[in-house]
């Protein structure tokens, strides 16, 4: 017979975690974050490590600045881990995790680690939310190279990020 999975109630606050490289904040993170509100009544953000990636910005740097963002809404909290994101979820007793979805070429690999998180930890689902119109394209890696070129990032990160990114960057 199949085993129980952890029902919530209605009294149960609804917590996801947003995990991810975060290298740095985007516009398109903040939205995400934000049209995650709607369905959940909290947010762990997840300055989670990647082995893929060597992140410019400091992990504490990455956490400050998203922090910034979200001063002024308790829901969301940041937190910085280097473990797997299947234990994070069973230590913490969250069953919920959001991912973005731009375009289709992220399907495959968001599918592959969402199928791998749940053989890890069977209790975790993961939530996708399509990125707004404004923001399909952008990702931290493209920022970061308009910026360096000289480009515009105005529209694409908060004007801290950008001006952290000056101080980092230049
Ligand atoms: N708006 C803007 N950009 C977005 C976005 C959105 N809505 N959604 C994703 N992106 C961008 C990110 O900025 C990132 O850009 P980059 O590659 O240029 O840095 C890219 O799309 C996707 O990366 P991100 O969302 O940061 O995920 P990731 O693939 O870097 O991170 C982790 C993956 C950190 C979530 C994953 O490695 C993890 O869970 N690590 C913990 C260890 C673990 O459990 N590993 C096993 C996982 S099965």
């Known amino acids: 017979m199949a085993k129980a999975k952890p029902k919530l109630t209605s009294q149960t606050p ?7 490289t975060f290298d740095p904040i985007t516009n398109g993170h903040v939205d995400m974050i934000q049209r995650s509100l709607e369905a959940f009544d909290e ?11 060597k992140p410019v910005f400091d992990a504490k740097v990455r956490k400050k600045l998203i922090e910034e963002c979200f001063k ?37 690999y968001e599918f592959q680690m969402a199928t791998m998180n749940r053989k890890m930890n069977p209790n975790l689902q993961t939530f996708f939310l399509m990125a707004s119109d404004n923001f399909f394209f952008v990702n931290s890696t493209l920022v970061k190279e308009v910026f360096s070129h000289g480009g515009s990032v105005k529209d694409l990160v908060p004007p801290h990020v950008e001006k952290k990114m000056r101080e980092v960057l230049c």
Request: glycine content about 6%; cysteine-free; overall charge positive.
């Open 14 to 20: 609804k917590r996801v975690i947003y995990p991810g």
């Open 43 to 53: 947010v762990i953000v997840l300055v989670a490590h990647s082995l893929k990636k």
């Open 72 to 108: 002024n809404d308790p829901r969301v909290r940041v937190e910085i881990y280097d473990g797997l994101l299947a234990d994070y979820a069973r230590q913490h007793k969250i069953h919920a995790v959001l991912r973005g979805l731009r375009v289709v070429s992220d399907f495959e």
